[in-house]
C-alpha cells in the first residue's frame, strides 16, 4: 500500500516553465514531506495504479516497452517545486528536474477545472476518475501522448537545448484524447482520426484562453493574455496554426495505406481524399471551422476563405462554440463520425440550446448559432452557405449504376451531379450501406468491392447522393449477379494491407517470412486497450465487422496460428488469444476458440 493513501491535501507553489509562479494542490505524506499528487480533485482511483489522486511521475528517460507503468514520485520537503528553467541536465529527480512537473501538474488542473466550470464535467471521463502523467519520458522524446489502456500521458523532454514538450495547451491536449475516449471515441484515423485530434486541439486552446483568461466561471474569454489559435507555440515554433492550417508547412503523409509521398502542408479544407492523410493533417479543416465559428471569417488575409466564404462570416464567441463542440462530442457523434457527421452533429446541438453568451457585444441567438455553424463548415468545404441554404431545394441528378465484374473485387460506378455540390454518394447492396464513392471524375463516383463477401446469385444495389444541403437523390434499385467459387466475409483477412479494414488497440502489424500466407501478420501484446491493475494484466485487440449474407444458414470462420514464446515450459497459459464473436461493443457473443504459450512450437494449425 502506498503511503500517498495516507497523505492529506496541501497546497504548494510552482515555477513553471511557461505559466510562471502557479499554485500546486500537492499532498503531504509524512511531516517535512510532500508530494506532488492533487487529491482535491478525482473522486475515483487510477484506472493502472489503483491509487487516488492525479499524481505526476519523474519516468527517468525510461519508455514504455513491453508494458505501461507509473514512474517515480516526485516527492519535495518545502512543497515548492522546479526553478522555471528548461530542463537541462541528466538528473530528472532536481529541482530543475521538476519543473516540466509542475507545468504539466498544472495544465492537468486547469483541465480539469476548465470541464468541470464551463461544461459540468467530472474530469476527462466525466466520472472523476484520477489520472497520472509521466515526465521525462525517453531521451530526447519531442512529443506527449495518452494511453487509453491506462488513462494516463507521458511527456518527453525533446532535445537538451529546446523546451520541454509541456506547454499548457500542450497537456490539456493530451488531456482531452482522454475526453474523447470517453465520449464520441473517434476512431483513430481516416476523417475520424482528423477529427479526433481537431477535438484536443480546439479544446487545449479553449483550455489555455479560460486558464489565462483568469479561470473566470462558466465562460471562456475570447481575448487573453498569452492565449492564441497556434498549437503549442510557447515552446517555440508553433506545430499547427488552426486559422490557416496550411501555414504549418509541414510534410503530408499521404498513401493507400502505408505508402506515402510527401507534400507540403495541413489541409485547410476538406477533400474526398483527405481520409489517406496523417490524421495530424487532416484535423487541419475541422480546427479551421472551429476558428470561423468563434471568431468569424475575413474576406482577406490568413483568416477568410475567399474560394467557399467570399464575404466572410460572423462568429459567435469562444463559449458559445466550445459549448457547440462538446455537445456534438458527448451526445452525438461516434466512433466512425466524418467531417459531415460533425456538421450534423453541431447543428443539432445548435439547434436544440437555449442559453448563449453574447459577443463582442452582440446579443446571441439561436438563429446566429445555427446560421454560424451553417457557414464555419462550408468555410472548408463542407456544406454550403446559409444564405445559399435558404434557396436551394434542387436535389443531385444521379444516373443508372454501372457494375463492372461479377467475381472477386468488383467495381460500383454512378455519375452524379449538382447545382451546388455533391458532397456523398453511398453504394448499397441488398439494402445495406456497403460504401462511401470516390471520385474518378468530373461527375463520376466509383467504388470497389470484394463481391465474395456476397453469396453467388442474384443481388441489388442501388446508389445514394447528397448535396451540400441535404437534399438527396437515388438511383433506380438495379439487380446484379455475383459468380464467386466461395464466400468470404472477411476483408484483408492475412493482413496483406496494413491495418486496412481492421480496428484495432496498440497491435503491430508487419512483415515476415513467418506468415502463414502472403508477407503480413500480427502481433498482439503489451499496451493494451484494457488493464487490470491488480492482476497487471493487458489486453489487445484486432476485430472487424462484418454482414452474413442474405439467407446465411451456416458459416465457417478459420484461423490459422502458429505460437512462439519465450515463457518457460509448465507456467501455464500466462499469454493468451481469444477469438470471438463479439457485438459492436466488444462483448463476446461467442467464443470460438483460445491460443496460448502453452501452444507453442506445434507449428501452423
Not at 165 to 193: I, K, P, R, W
Amino acid at each position: 500500500v502506498s503511503q500517498s493513501r495516507y497523505a492529506a491535501p496541501a497546497k504548494g507553489t510552482g515555477n513553471s516553465r511557461f505559466d510562471g509562479k502557479v499554485s500546486l494542490d500537492a499532498a503531504q505524506i509524512a511531516p517535512g514531506q510532500f508530494e506532488l499528487r492533487d487529491f482535491t480533485r478525482p473522486t475515483l482511483p487510477q484506472t493502472l495504479t489503483g491509487e487516488m489522486g492525479n499524481a505526476v511521475y519523474d519516468l527517468e528517460n525510461q519508455v514504455f516497452t513491453d508494458k505501461l507503468f507509473a514512474g517515480r514520485s516526485y516527492v519535495d520537503s518545502d512543497n515548492t517545486w522546479g526553478d522555471g528553467q528548461n530542463y537541462v541536465n541528466n538528473d530528472t529527480q532536481s529541482t530543475n528536474g521538476q519543473t516540466a512537473a509542475v507545468d504539466v501538474a498544472y495544465g492537468i488542473q486547469s483541465a480539469w477545472d476548465y470541464y468541470k466550470a464551463v461544461h459540468g464535467r467530472d474530469g476527462f471521463d466525466g466520472k472523476g476518475t484520477a489520472t497520472f502523467a509521466n515526465v521525462h519520458y525517453g531521451l530526447n522524446v519531442a512529443n506527449a501522448f495518452w494511453f487509453d489502456a491506462c488513462n494516463c500521458m507521458g511527456f518527453g523532454d525533446d532535445a537538451a537545448d529546446k523546451p520541454t514538450d509541456t506547454t499548457l495547451d500542450t497537456v490539456a491536449h493530451e488531456f482531452s484524447h482522454g475526453f474523447c475516449y470517453h465520449s464520441a471515441n473517434l476512431v483513430y484515423q481516416d476523417e475520424m482520426g482528423g477529427l479526433n485530434e481537431a477535438n484536443s486541439d480546439i479544446m487545449g486552446t479553449m483550455v489555455e484562453f479560460w486558464t489565462r483568461g483568469g479561470k473566470k466561471g462558466s465562460t471562456i474569454p475570447d481575448v487573453a493574455p498569452r492565449a492564441d489559435w497556434e498549437m503549442f507555440k510557447d515552446a517555440g515554433e508553433p506545430a499547427r496554426f488552426m486559422y490557416k492550417p496550411s501555414l504549418d508547412d509541414k510534410s503530408l503523409e499521404w498513401g493507400y495505406p502505408h505508402a506515402f509521398f510527401w507534400g507540403r502542408y495541413s489541409l485547410d479544407a476538406w477533400s474526398p481524399d483527405m481520409r489517406y492523410v496523417d490524421v495530424h493533417f487532416n484535423s487541419g479543416p475541422m480546427n479551421r471551422a472551429f476558428y470561423f465559428l468563434s471568431c468569424g471569417a475575413t474576406t482577406d488575409g490568413v483568416t477568410s476563405a475567399p474560394e467557399y466564404l467570399p464575404k466572410g462570416m460572423k462568429g459567435i464567441g469562444n463559449t458559445n462554440a466550445a459549448r457547440l463542440w462538446y455537445g456534438a462530442m458527448t451526445k452525438y457523434m461516434t466512433p466512425m463520425s466524418l467531417y459531415v457527421d460533425a456538421r450534423a452533429a453541431m447543428l443539432r446541438v445548435a439547434s436544440e440550446m437555449n442559453e448563449f453568451e453574447p459577443y463582442q457585444g452582440r446579443h446571441i441567438t439561436r438563429k446566429d448559432a445555427l446560421e454560424a455553424v451553417q457557414n464555419a463548415f462550408p468555410g472548408i468545404n463542407v456544406g454550403i452557405s446559409a444564405d445559399k441554404q435558404r434557396t436551394d431545394s434542387q436535389a443531385p441528378v444521379v444516373n443508372s449504376l454501372e457494375i463492372i465484374g461479377s467475381t472477386g473485387e468488383i467495381t460500383l460506378k454512378v455519375n452524379a451531379r449538382d447545382n451546388r455540390q455533391i458532397t456523398l454518394i453511398e453504394f448499397y447492396v441488398d439494402d445495406l450501406m456497403i460504401g462511401v464513392g470516390k471520385r474518378c471524375s468530373t461527375d463520376c463516383y466509383s467504388l470497389k468491392y470484394n463481391s465474395s463477401s456476397l453469396s453467388n446469385g442474384t443481388h441489388s444495389i442501388m446508389a445514394k447522393a447528397y448535396d451540400a444541403v441535404g437534399n438527396i437523390s437515388y438511383t433506380d434499385m438495379q439487380e446484379f449477379e455475383v459468380l464467386n467459387s466461395s464466400c468470404e466475409l472477411l476483408h484483408n483477412n492475412g493482413f496483406e494491407n496494413g491495418n486496412l479494414w481492421w480496428m484495432y488497440s496498440y497491435p503491430e502489424i508487419t512483415t515476415s517470412d513467418k506468415a502463414f500466407e502472403g508477407q503480413h501478420f500480427i502481433t498482439l501484446g503489451g499496451f493494451g486497450h484494457e488493464t487490470n491493475f491488480e492482476t497487471n494484466q493487458f489486453t489487445d485487440y484486432v476485430a472487424q465487422g462484418f454482414f452474413f449474407p442474405k439467407d446465411t444458414a451456416s458459416a465457417k470462420l478459420t484461423l490459422w496460428a502458429s505460437v512462439t514464446t519465450k515463457e518457460a515450459p509448465g507456467v501455464g497459459a500466462v499469454d493468451a488469444a481469444t477469438v470471438m464473436i463479439a457485438n459492436q461493443r466488444g462483448q463476446a457473443l461467442q467464443i470460438l476458440g483460445q491460443i496460448s504459450n502453452e501452444d507453442a512450437n506445434k507449428g501452423w494449425n
